[in-house]
């Protein structure tokens, strides 16, 4: 169970009362739970599941870290979205005259913003177009795990 767990709907809190029923209690071994009320972004919830999704794949997966699935769609979803971006093209283009090789792209991922730069259009394709291929070999947590209810992407 990850924490902190955003409730916004009847499905996210009955969800959330079936993983804490599975979580072992004792005196040993107590719970904390916080609840307050906060509502969350629309950019906060994508960005959560976005998270989530790195983690699925990593999970599931067993060959990368969240970090590094992250790193490759940033490189293979994000940078083409952003390159639309005149000041990101011209950013991405001297970056590429560097001769990075593909592992050294990759490490540039976690320190070049991509996902964060977007707009909430911009992060809906974005996680779209990982749907799309992802989605396919992995199963991806449901957006209504964060509260996202209609269909963005």
């Not at 307050?36 to 997966?61: C, E, F, M, P, T």
Request: charge should be positive; include cysteine; aromatic fraction near 14%.
């Amino acid at each position: 169970m990850q924490f902190p767990y955003y409730l916004t709907n009847d499905w996210q809190r009955e969800n959330f009362v079936n993983e804490l029923n599975k979580l072992e209690l004792s005196k040993d071994k107590p719970l904390f739970v916080k609840v307050s009320d906060k509502k969350i972004s629309r950019s906060k919830a994508i960005n959560n599941l976005s998270h989530r999704w790195y983690a699925d794949v990593s999970k599931q997966g067993g060959e990368y870290t969240p970090g590094e699935v992250k790193a490759l769609a940033k490189y293979k979803w994000g940078v083409p979205i952003m390159r639309q971006h005149d000041k990101f093209n011209e950013h991405w283009l001297r970056l590429e005259k560097v001769c990075l090789t593909y592992e050294e792209k990759m490490t540039a991922m976690d320190f070049l913003p991509v996902t964060s730069l977007m707009t909430n259009a911009e992060m809906s394709q974005y996680m779209s177009d990982f749907k799309k291929v992802m989605g396919q070999k992995y199963q991806l947590t449901d957006p209504k795990f964060e509260g996202i209810t209609e269909k963005i992407f």
